[in-house]
């Protein structure tokens, strides 16, 4: 193969004489190098999907106020607030004008910000949870099928309906359209089942410029 | 041992598996490309672990950019014409045989109506100009365009998916407004586009 000719030196002595360049005619045979070539490209045409965009669902409730909007209560109740610099408040409960405002507590969009609450929260109430994901476990390793996994979990939801956490997402208008799809995307991830995008009111307004002149 | 005996002559690389690679690579690459239509906007969409695909047809689109000017695309070249000269009808622009055709090819856009004969006859490079001109289709109270771009949509074609593609950074307030549209005109249930995201790390 590969003929290299090195000169001789015999114990330290001069090259002298015989002035032999150092020619390296190496001819590389490149035919194994097509052959890998050919072979990475069979390999990715044969495995590539092009990376399609994907689409969220969203599903909102009709214009005109229904007879009877359902009560929800306000201890399960979470409003969180979307604002700029993507900083998120919280709250539970209502903002009622005649008592003491309640304290917007400062979070982010990390694990450990919304995502650590809304498991927390989540779980506290039938560990909704914790059960979901197993359940999702479950269907990955293959003993649930998918139409299994959803009526469980529409049976679950439906038992614990009045006392399951339920979230109101308040964009505010200084927000901007990827937190609001973060915040969704958070819904999906921390599997909470009723929640809706809502807008925020003045009162909130309120709490969110008190809350940050600190 | 006995010496090997080197072949003296030194061979010369055969370049017919190259040829060979370029042959597939161009014939690969001739076969899965499809055309796609210029898209009038760049649009940095934010991501989501949702795993619903959009299909490519029958679909209708609403396109906010990063300076919150909206876009419109609604899939299907008769449904296009019928949606156009609808539009035309209503706000008293007409439009000539070439127009509408060039419109049935064309993908998204966002010029208001007044703008829209210009822009269907102008050539690619003035086609750009005119967009960065332009704000959008407009959509406020006083004169919602897009409210009329989406029933027209609507009525001509019922069944089509109803999708909104926004950026990072388009602000919440537009992307409302158009909500709002949508439930003004009885979609309920529409998609918001993303990139993939993978799940959260377990």
Redesign the interface.
Known sequence: MADVNTGDEGGGKKKHGKKRAKKTSTRIDMTPMVDLGFLLLTFFILTTTFNKPQAMEINMPDKEPTENPTRVPAVHTLNIILTDKNVVYWYFGIADPSKALPSLTKTNYSQNGIRKLLIAENNERHNMYNQIELWKKEVSTGKLTNDEYREKVKVYRKTNQMSSLIVLLKPDKDSNYKNVVDALDEMAICNVGSYALLETNDLENQMVANANTF | MPKIK?PKN??S??MT??V??AF??VT?FMLISQFRAEEAAIID??????????PDKDMMMIL?DKEDHVFYTITGQEIRATVLEAMSKKYGVKFDEEQIKEFSNMSSFGVPMKEMPAYLSAGSTERKKIQEKSSGIPSDSVNCELCDWVFYGRINAPRFRV?I?????????T??RV?DI???K?V??????????S??AE
Request: zero cysteines; aromatic letters at 6%; proline letters at 10%.
């Open positions: 080197m030194s061979p690389i055969d598996p190259m060979d690679l597939l690579l690969f969409m934010p991501s989501s672990v949702s795993d619903l695909k959009i906010v999708a593609k926004g950026d990072q950074v388009s602000s919440y307030p992307i409302r909500m949508l439930q003004d009885k309920n249930k529409f998609n918001l586009i993303t990139n993939m995201e799940g959260p």
